[in-house]
Protein backbone atom coordinates (compact mmCIF):
# COMPACT_ATOMS: atom_id res chain seq x y z
CA UNK A 1 0.00 0.00 0.00
CA UNK A 2 1.82 2.98 -1.39
CA UNK A 3 0.59 5.60 1.10
CA UNK A 4 2.53 8.80 -0.89
CA UNK A 5 2.00 8.81 -4.95
CA UNK A 6 4.36 10.93 -6.46
CA UNK A 7 5.14 12.16 -10.28
CA UNK A 8 6.74 12.50 -12.62
CA UNK A 9 8.99 9.44 -12.50
CA UNK A 10 11.67 11.25 -14.41
CA UNK A 11 12.01 15.16 -15.48
CA UNK A 12 14.11 16.79 -17.71
CA UNK A 13 14.18 21.14 -17.54
CA UNK A 14 16.18 23.37 -19.06
CA UNK A 15 18.73 25.65 -17.37
CA UNK A 16 16.51 28.72 -16.13
CA UNK A 17 13.29 26.19 -15.95
CA UNK A 18 10.82 25.87 -13.25
CA UNK A 19 10.71 22.21 -12.12
CA UNK A 20 7.22 21.07 -10.71
CA UNK A 21 7.39 17.66 -8.91
CA UNK A 22 4.28 16.55 -7.32
CA UNK A 23 3.16 14.24 -4.35
CA UNK A 24 -0.30 12.95 -3.03
CA UNK A 25 -0.84 11.57 -0.16
CA UNK A 26 -4.11 9.32 1.52
CA UNK A 27 -3.32 9.48 5.47
CA UNK A 28 -5.12 12.95 6.74
CA UNK A 29 -3.02 12.08 9.82
CA UNK A 30 0.30 13.30 8.31
CA UNK A 31 1.19 16.15 9.94
CA UNK A 32 4.73 17.42 8.41
CA UNK A 33 5.52 17.26 4.78
CA UNK A 34 9.35 17.28 3.35
CA UNK A 35 11.19 17.06 0.46
CA UNK A 36 14.45 15.24 0.46
CA UNK A 37 16.87 15.69 -2.46
CA UNK A 38 19.55 12.88 -2.58
CA UNK A 39 22.42 12.35 -4.96
CA UNK A 40 24.33 9.11 -6.35
CA UNK A 41 25.99 7.23 -3.48
CA UNK A 42 25.13 9.63 -0.79
CA UNK A 43 22.09 9.67 2.17
CA UNK A 44 18.55 11.78 1.23
CA UNK A 45 19.34 15.25 2.91
CA UNK A 46 16.22 17.55 3.92
CA UNK A 47 15.73 20.07 1.67
CA UNK A 48 12.59 21.79 3.00
CA UNK A 49 9.48 20.95 4.67
CA UNK A 50 5.80 22.25 5.28
CA UNK A 51 2.85 21.59 7.96
CA UNK A 52 -0.42 21.57 6.89
CA UNK A 53 -1.65 24.76 8.63
CA UNK A 54 0.70 26.37 6.28
CA UNK A 55 -0.28 26.67 2.29
CA UNK A 56 2.61 27.63 0.98
CA UNK A 57 6.27 28.24 1.86
CA UNK A 58 9.42 29.20 0.81
CA UNK A 59 13.00 28.94 0.92
CA UNK A 60 15.66 30.23 -2.09
CA UNK A 61 14.82 29.01 -5.20
CA UNK A 62 12.85 25.96 -3.62
CA UNK A 63 9.12 26.24 -2.68
CA UNK A 64 6.46 24.01 -1.51
CA UNK A 65 2.75 24.50 -2.24
CA UNK A 66 0.24 22.38 -0.06
CA UNK A 67 -3.87 21.43 -0.68
CA UNK A 68 -5.13 20.25 2.18
CA UNK A 69 -8.39 19.43 0.88
CA UNK A 70 -7.14 17.48 -2.39
CA UNK A 71 -3.88 16.08 -0.01
CA UNK A 72 -1.24 17.35 -2.32
CA UNK A 73 1.63 19.30 -2.25
CA UNK A 74 4.51 20.33 -5.01
CA UNK A 75 8.00 20.93 -4.92
CA UNK A 76 8.49 24.18 -7.13
CA UNK A 77 12.47 24.79 -8.14
CA UNK A 78 13.05 28.05 -9.65
CA UNK A 79 16.26 28.74 -11.91
CA UNK A 80 17.16 25.24 -11.96
CA UNK A 81 20.62 24.44 -12.41
CA UNK A 82 23.14 21.93 -13.51
CA UNK A 83 23.37 21.23 -9.66
CA UNK A 84 19.76 20.28 -9.00
CA UNK A 85 20.50 17.56 -10.56
CA UNK A 86 19.32 14.69 -8.07
CA UNK A 87 16.69 12.50 -7.38
CA UNK A 88 13.94 14.29 -4.90
CA UNK A 89 11.57 12.51 -2.77
CA UNK A 90 8.33 13.73 -0.97
CA UNK A 91 7.55 12.45 2.24
CA UNK A 92 4.61 12.29 4.70
CA UNK A 93 5.01 11.95 8.29
CA UNK A 94 2.51 11.05 11.64
CA UNK A 95 4.51 8.82 13.97
CA UNK A 96 7.40 7.61 11.12
CA UNK A 97 8.41 9.18 7.70
CA UNK A 98 6.81 7.57 4.65
CA UNK A 99 8.97 7.97 1.39
CA UNK A 100 7.45 8.66 -2.40
CA UNK A 101 9.26 6.42 -5.01
CA UNK A 102 10.95 9.33 -5.93
CA UNK A 103 11.61 11.77 -9.22
CA UNK A 104 15.17 11.60 -11.07
CA UNK A 105 15.57 15.41 -11.96
CA UNK A 106 17.87 16.44 -14.83
CA UNK A 107 18.87 19.69 -15.57
CA UNK A 108 20.38 20.32 -18.83
CA UNK A 109 22.98 22.90 -19.76
CA UNK B 1 31.84 13.42 13.44
CA UNK B 2 28.99 15.80 13.14
CA UNK B 3 26.91 13.65 11.23
CA UNK B 4 25.09 10.01 11.15
CA UNK B 5 28.21 7.58 10.20
CA UNK B 6 27.26 4.24 9.01
CA UNK B 7 29.69 0.88 8.45
CA UNK B 8 30.53 -0.89 6.70
CA UNK B 9 30.12 1.34 3.68
CA UNK B 10 29.96 -1.47 1.53
CA UNK B 11 29.06 -5.20 2.50
CA UNK B 12 29.02 -8.44 0.19
CA UNK B 13 27.85 -11.57 1.78
CA UNK B 14 27.25 -14.81 0.28
CA UNK B 15 23.72 -16.32 0.86
CA UNK B 16 23.18 -17.58 4.33
CA UNK B 17 25.42 -15.47 5.78
CA UNK B 18 24.96 -13.18 8.71
CA UNK B 19 25.68 -9.46 8.40
CA UNK B 20 25.87 -6.51 10.96
CA UNK B 21 25.43 -2.61 10.12
CA UNK B 22 26.34 -0.03 12.40
CA UNK B 23 24.81 3.44 12.48
CA UNK B 24 26.06 6.18 14.69
CA UNK B 25 23.48 8.65 15.08
CA UNK B 26 24.68 12.21 15.77
CA UNK B 27 25.12 13.01 19.56
CA UNK B 28 22.15 13.40 21.55
CA UNK B 29 19.76 12.82 19.25
CA UNK B 30 17.09 10.88 20.55
CA UNK B 31 15.21 9.11 17.40
CA UNK B 32 16.55 6.77 15.23
CA UNK B 33 15.57 5.47 12.11
CA UNK B 34 16.65 2.38 10.05
CA UNK B 35 15.43 2.25 6.64
CA UNK B 36 15.80 -0.36 3.66
CA UNK B 37 16.14 1.73 -0.21
CA UNK B 38 16.22 -0.98 -3.09
CA UNK B 39 18.00 0.50 -6.44
CA UNK B 40 15.58 3.19 -7.94
CA UNK B 41 12.27 3.35 -4.97
CA UNK B 42 12.30 5.04 -2.23
CA UNK B 43 13.46 4.91 1.09
CA UNK B 44 11.40 1.82 3.08
CA UNK B 45 10.73 2.48 7.09
CA UNK B 46 12.30 -0.58 8.82
CA UNK B 47 12.15 0.19 12.46
CA UNK B 48 12.22 2.90 14.90
CA UNK B 49 14.19 3.54 18.55
CA UNK B 50 13.10 6.69 20.78
CA UNK B 51 16.46 6.50 23.11
CA UNK B 52 17.01 2.78 23.75
CA UNK B 53 13.16 1.51 23.22
CA UNK B 54 12.73 0.47 19.99
CA UNK B 55 9.03 1.63 19.60
CA UNK B 56 8.14 0.19 16.08
CA UNK B 57 9.34 -2.65 14.21
CA UNK B 58 6.48 -2.64 12.03
CA UNK B 59 8.77 -2.50 8.72
CA UNK B 60 10.78 -5.29 9.20
CA UNK B 61 10.21 -7.58 6.63
CA UNK B 62 10.94 -11.01 8.70
CA UNK B 63 11.99 -12.67 11.54
CA UNK B 64 15.72 -12.86 10.33
CA UNK B 65 16.24 -8.83 10.68
CA UNK B 66 16.58 -7.41 14.28
CA UNK B 67 17.52 -3.95 15.61
CA UNK B 68 19.04 -3.11 18.59
CA UNK B 69 20.06 0.61 20.19
CA UNK B 70 21.45 -0.82 23.53
CA UNK B 71 22.47 2.17 25.26
CA UNK B 72 19.96 4.89 23.22
CA UNK B 73 22.78 5.76 21.27
CA UNK B 74 25.05 3.52 18.74
CA UNK B 75 22.28 1.16 16.89
CA UNK B 76 23.34 -2.07 15.14
CA UNK B 77 20.71 -3.88 12.29
CA UNK B 78 21.71 -7.33 12.32
CA UNK B 79 20.36 -9.41 9.50
CA UNK B 80 20.58 -13.36 9.82
CA UNK B 81 20.54 -16.31 7.17
CA UNK B 82 21.00 -13.07 4.20
CA UNK B 83 18.67 -13.90 1.31
CA UNK B 84 19.16 -12.04 -2.30
CA UNK B 85 16.47 -10.02 -2.02
CA UNK B 86 18.17 -8.50 1.01
CA UNK B 87 20.44 -6.69 -1.52
CA UNK B 88 19.48 -3.04 -0.90
CA UNK B 89 21.17 -0.02 0.51
CA UNK B 90 20.42 0.19 4.26
CA UNK B 91 19.86 4.11 5.45
CA UNK B 92 20.08 5.17 9.07
CA UNK B 93 18.70 8.24 10.55
CA UNK B 94 18.57 10.66 13.30
CA UNK B 95 16.55 13.53 14.96
CA UNK B 96 16.86 15.20 17.95
CA UNK B 97 13.39 15.05 18.27
CA UNK B 98 10.77 12.35 19.17
CA UNK B 99 9.35 10.65 16.53
CA UNK B 100 9.98 11.67 12.54
CA UNK B 101 10.69 15.47 12.44
CA UNK B 102 13.91 16.67 10.46
CA UNK B 103 15.61 13.38 9.76
CA UNK B 104 19.51 13.41 9.25
CA UNK B 105 20.61 10.60 7.24
CA UNK B 106 24.00 8.58 7.23
CA UNK B 107 25.27 7.92 3.50
CA UNK B 108 23.91 3.94 3.96
CA UNK B 109 25.33 0.43 4.14
CA UNK B 110 25.02 -0.90 0.12
CA UNK B 111 24.57 -4.75 1.27
CA UNK B 112 25.03 -7.42 -2.21
CA UNK B 113 23.98 -10.82 -1.22
CA UNK B 114 25.57 -13.12 -3.90
Known amino acids: QQQVKQSPQSLIVQKGGISIINCAYENTAFDYFPWYQQFPGKGPALLIA?????SEKKEGRFTISFNKSAKQFSLHIMDSQPGDSATYFCAASFQKLVFGTGTRLLVSP | GAGVSQSPRYKVAKRGQDVALRCDPISGHVSLFWYQQALGQGPEFLTYFQNEAQLDKSGLPSDRFFAERPEGSVSTLKIQRTQQEDSAVYLC????????????FGEGSRLTVL
Open chain 2, 93 to 104: ASSFRQGAGELF
Open chain 1, 50 to 54: IRPDV
